[in-house]
């Protein structure tokens, strides 16, 4: 890799992280945009280090705040960005010290911030030199206890409050790296089948017994390592939100809705267990909608894909009803944090009250389009009451039609298991 490609990548990377933390946007949406300047060899490096400075960025900002006098503002902020980067990789990855340190200076080039070159060399050398005592004053100092967590405090208060035995094994895996899960293709075969296949690759996998189609990788793989992918034989897909199909018991010849349906695992797994239901997945986001057919045309599936939004069913539903329906509503994701840790820095506090009045409305209106002995299963992938238990509670005290089928269910996030998940099966009675 030579210098110009490294310090790029090192610019790329405090780009898309002030991107995040300055624009708002969400890392996976920033990263598909700057995609195009990231060459192959060098994308993985580039995710590692910043799905990692977000996972971690209470302990870096610590370590920057302690080590200037001033902070980076104005045109200079992107230059903060970058200490987060050259700090994680120091701290975070096994690229040498003098390597991290070299090439995340030689990125203020590229960032046309010249001037301040020596200010992030000396920043980055003086963190080499106080490392040890550094790091112990973060773990030691009372009041970085929150900051410990790597958490916003509104965050933690809410999950102390919901899971006050639990909060802290929550926490704790959240700032894990993610395990990877595989979707067995039942009708291609088993999941022993594909374990051997995995196998045969070296790929070493566990199963989990509750779900016949999971499997759980030992370690991460590029997609293109897993046998016959591209032909639909797998599909990546979380164990938590493997439950959603089995739950809803599609039946061939049904009628079924999969709505906020993008990016189309759902959708595929309802097909996969039904392959003659007559299913229609909608979503709101045009770009995501893309993902459902690149999805459906792996699989070599088949489903009727709709640009659609929630509050509005009467727009694009055409007067349809269902037999059954998948509302994987839209949530604050504070279940899936360790897959996506820019949530936490996203999020605010009152997003919560505004998701929930979203979420209710989404689920009123499509209530009406169940039929009669239907079957609605409720989604999220949050772990706040809010937008689950109390969510369901009140939409049965409002709908009289609606019957609770079993028990709720709320997933945690654990760790070498499956993300934080709610689901709630309703049944329509009248």
Same mark, same amino acid.
């Given at each position: 890799?030579?210098?110009?490609?490294?310090?790029?990548?090192?610019? $790329?990377?405090? +780009?898309?992280?002030?991107? *995040?933390? /300055?624009?708002?946007?969400?890392?996976?949406?920033? =990263?598909?945009? @700057? #995609?195009?300047? $990231?060459?192959? +060899?060098?994308?993985?490096? *580039?995710? /590692?280090?910043?799905?990692?400075?977000?996972?971690? =960025?209470?302990? @870096? #900002?610590?370590? $920057?705040?302690?080590?200037?006098?001033?902070?980076?503002?104005?045109?200079?902020?992107?230059?903060?960005?970058? =200490?987060?980067?050259?700090?994680?990789? $120091?701290?975070?990855?096994?690229?040498?010290?003098?390597?991290?340190?070299?090439?995340?200076?030689?990125?203020?080039?590229?960032?046309?911030?010249?001037?301040?070159?020596?200010?992030?060399?000396?920043?980055?050398?003086?963190?080499?030199?106080?490392?040890?005592?550094?790091?112990?004053?973060?773990?030691?100092?009372?009041?970085?206890?929150?900051?410990?967590?790597?958490?916003?405090?509104?965050?933690?208060?809410?999950?102390?409050?919901?899971?006050?035995?639990?909060?802290?094994?929550?926490?704790?895996?959240?700032?894990?790296?993610?395990?990877?899960?595989?979707?067995?293709?039942?009708?291609?075969?088993?999941?022993?089948?594909?374990?051997?296949?995995?196998?045969?690759?070296?790929?070493?996998?566990?199963?989990?017994?509750?779900?016949?189609?999971?499997?759980?990788?030992?370690?991460?793989?590029?997609?293109?390592?897993?046998?016959?992918?591209?032909?639909?034989?797998?599909?990546?897909?979380?164990?938590?939100?493997?439950?959603?199909?089995?739950?809803?018991?599609?039946?061939?010849?049904?009628?079924?809705?999969?709505?906020?349906?993008?990016?189309?695992?759902?959708?595929?797994?309802?097909?996969?267990?039904?392959?003659?239901?007559?299913?229609?997945?909608?979503?709101?986001?045009?770009?995501?909608?893309?993902?459902?057919?690149?999805?459906?045309?792996?699989?070599?599936?088949?489903?009727?894909?709709?640009?659609?939004?929630?509050?509005?069913?009467?727009?694009?539903?055409?007067?349809?009803?269902?037999?059954?329906?998948?509302?994987?509503?839209?949530?604050?994701?504070?279940?899936?944090?360790?897959?996506?840790?820019?949530?936490?820095?996203?999020?605010?506090?009152?997003?919560?009250?505004?998701?929930?009045?979203?979420?209710?409305?989404?689920?009123?209106?499509?209530?009406?389009?169940?039929?009669?002995?239907?079957?609605?299963?409720?989604?999220?992938?949050?772990?706040?009451?809010?937008?689950?238990?109390?969510?369901?509670?009140?939409?049965?005290?409002?709908?009289?039609?609606?019957?609770?089928?079993?028990?709720?269910?709320?997933?945690?996030?654990?760790?070498?298991?499956?993300?934080?998940?709610?689901?709630?099966?309703?049944?329509?009675?009248?």
């Amino acid at each position: 890799m030579n210098n110009r490609s490294h310090q790029n990548i090192r610019a $790329i990377c405090a +780009k898309a992280i002030f991107n *995040v933390l /300055e624009e708002g946007q969400s890392l996976s949406a920033t =990263l598909i945009t @700057l #995609n195009y300047k $990231i060459a192959d +060899k060098d994308k993985a490096l *580039v995710q /590692e280090i910043c799905f990692g400075v977000m996972r971690v =960025l209470p302990e @870096l #900002n610590f370590y $920057i705040h302690t080590l200037m006098s001033k902070v980076l503002t104005g045109k200079n902020r992107i230059l903060h960005y970058l =200490l987060l980067v050259g700090i994680y990789q $120091i701290l975070y990855t096994r690229i040498p010290e003098h390597a991290a340190v070299g090439e995340t200076v030689n990125a203020v080039n590229t960032l046309k911030k010249t001037q301040l070159k020596g200010v992030i060399n000396g920043v980055l050398r003086e963190f080499l030199r106080q490392q040890i005592s550094l790091q112990q004053k973060f773990t030691q100092d009372s009041k970085q206890q929150n900051q410990q967590s790597l958490h916003p405090n509104w965050l933690l208060t809410r999950l102390k409050q919901a899971y006050p035995q639990q909060w802290q094994a929550i926490v704790n895996a959240n700032n894990q790296k993610p395990p990877m899960w595989l979707r067995v293709n039942l009708n291609r075969y088993t999941v022993t089948e594909y374990q051997q296949l995995l196998a045969e690759q070296q790929i070493e996998s566990d199963t989990f017994a509750e779900l016949p189609s999971a499997l759980r990788l030992l370690s991460p793989v590029n997609v293109t390592k897993l046998p016959y992918f591209d032909n639909g034989a797998v599909t990546v897909q979380d164990l938590s939100a493997q439950y959603a199909a089995y739950l809803l018991a599609p039946q061939n010849g049904e009628h079924i809705l999969d709505m906020c349906a993008a990016p189309g695992g759902k959708t595929t797994h309802i097909l996969e267990v039904a392959p003659k239901a007559q299913v229609l997945a909608v979503d709101i986001d045009p770009s995501r909608v893309k993902r459902i057919h690149e999805n459906l045309t792996r699989l070599n599936l088949h489903a009727k894909v709709k640009i659609g939004d929630g509050l509005t069913p009467e727009q694009w539903c055409e007067g349809q009803q269902f037999d059954r329906i998948l509302l994987d509503a839209p949530c604050s994701a504070t279940g899936v944090i360790r897959r996506h840790p820019d949530i936490k820095w996203l999020r605010r506090d009152n997003d919560i009250a505004q998701l929930t009045e979203l979420q209710h409305a989404i689920l009123t209106n499509i209530w009406s389009y169940l039929k009669i002995g239907g079957t609605l299963v409720y989604a999220t992938c949050s772990i706040l009451p809010d937008e689950n238990k109390l969510q369901i509670e009140r939409f049965l005290q409002e709908n009289t039609s609606a019957k609770l089928q079993g028990e709720l269910k709320q997933f945690l996030p654990i760790e070498n298991g499956g993300d934080g998940f709610f689901y709630a099966v309703l049944k329509k009675h009248s």
